[in-house]
C-alpha cells in the first residue's frame, strides 16, 4: 500500500493520506442495483473514481483517504443490495489519476461474459418513486440510467 501526501493544511502539521484502489468484484453483480449502492457508499464516504459492470463483474475505482478507502472494502461486503452475492473481490492499488467526482460510467460490452445476470426484477412502488424523484441530485447520464434501466428494486440496494 503507497500513500502519497497531498497536501498539508493551512496552520497545521496534519498530512493527508490519499490513495488510489481499484476492485473487481465477481458474482452476482449486475441487474441488482450494485452500481447504485456503490455510487452512494462512494459519495456518502467522499471518495472520487468511478463505477462500471464489466464482462466478469462489477469495476470499481476509488480515490481518497486510506480510512474512508478501508471502510468502503469493510462496508461493501456488509451492505451490498440484498439480491448480489460477491463471489471474489480483488482490491489492487495504484497510482493517483486525481479524480475530482465519482460517476458511474458506460458498461464494457466486450469480451468474455462471465457476470452472473439474473432475469429482470420488477420494480417496487417505492423505486418508482425514487426513479421520477426530481429532487435527486444526479447527473443527466445517471439519470436518464435510472429512468431507463428499471431492472433493480430499491430494497435490493439498501
Excluded at 28 to 45: D, S
Excluded at 79 to 86: A, C, H, R, V
Aim: hydrophobic content about 35%; some cysteine; glycine content about 6%.
Amino acid at each position: 500500500m503507497r500513500a502519497v501526501h497531498t497536501h498539508k493544511k493551512a496552520g497545521t502539521s496534519e498530512i493527508d493520506l490519499i490513495s488510489r484502489l481499484r476492485l473487481r468484484v465477481s458474482g452476482r453483480v449486475q441487474g441488482v442495483g450494485f452500481r447504485p449502492f456503490i455510487y452512494r457508499l462512494a459519495t456518502e464516504l467522499n471518495l472520487t473514481g468511478w463505477v462500471r459492470n464489466s464482462p466478469s463483474g462489477v469495476e470499481v475505482e476509488l480515490e481518497g483517504s486510506e480510512d474512508g478507502l478501508q471502510e468502503f472494502t469493510d462496508r461493501l461486503p456488509r451492505e451490498k443490495p440484498i439480491l448480489s452475492n460477491i463471489d471474489e473481490m480483488e482490491l489492487t492499488r495504484h497510482k493517483l489519476v486525481g479524480y475530482s467526482e465519482f460517476i458511474v460510467r458506460e458498461s464494457i460490452n466486450s469480451g468474455n461474459i462471465e457476470a452472473v445476470i439474473l432475469p429482470d426484477i420488477a420494480t417496487c412502488e417505492e423505486c418508482r418513486q425514487d426513479i421520477f424523484d426530481p429532487t435527486l441530485p444526479l447527473s443527466v447520464y445517471e439519470l436518464h440510467q435510472l429512468r431507463t434501466a428499471l431492472l433493480y428494486c430499491r430494497i435490493a440496494s439498501l
